[in-house]
Nanobody, 126 residues
Framework: QVHLVESGGGLAQAGGSLRLSCAAS????????MGWFRQAPGEERELVAAVEWTGIRPYSTDSVEGRFTISRDNAKNSVYLEMNSLKPEDTAVYYC???????????????????WGQGTQVTVSS
């Protein structure tokens, strides 16, 4: 069974920072791309950042580019999202996700992801 467990969410002020962590088990982590998604009330789930299996090629969507950084530690089966300069519009439930297949070339696309964590709430006040 694949298990993804997020932690690190909470309440922050605008301009503040949070660091999200995701611990993975039950998958071939070293050969699987990982991503962070978020979903605000009434909105669709969107890809925020992703990183391929080596950690050398991180990707962030335009709305968070320069503020959020994704990274992974394959020795610890963990992926992280460092969030800086937070804005109220960043408020959402944030989900850790893994692609359904190893070495999936579609890792920048939501359709590639097949395993999901339970989510962690991030709330940014103005």
């Amino acid at each position: 069974q694949v298990h993804l467990v997020e932690s690190g969410g909470g309440l922050a002020q605008a301009g503040g920072s949070l660091r999200l962590s995701c611990a993975a088990s039950g998958l071939l982590f070293r050969t699987t791309a990982m991503g962070w998604f978020r979903q605000a009330p009434g909105e669709e789930r969107e890809l925020v950042a992703a990183v391929e299996w080596t950690g050398i090629r991180p990707y962030s969507t335009d709305s968070v580019e320069g503020r959020f950084t994704i990274s992974r530690d394959n020795a610890k089966n963990s992926v992280y999202l460092e969030m800086n300069s937070l804005k109220p519009e960043d408020t959402a439930v944030y989900y850790c996700a893994a692609t359904a297949s190893q070495f999936d070339s579609r890792w920048r696309n939501k359709v590639a992801y097949g395993h999901w964590g339970q989510g962690t709430q991030v709330t940014v006040s103005s």
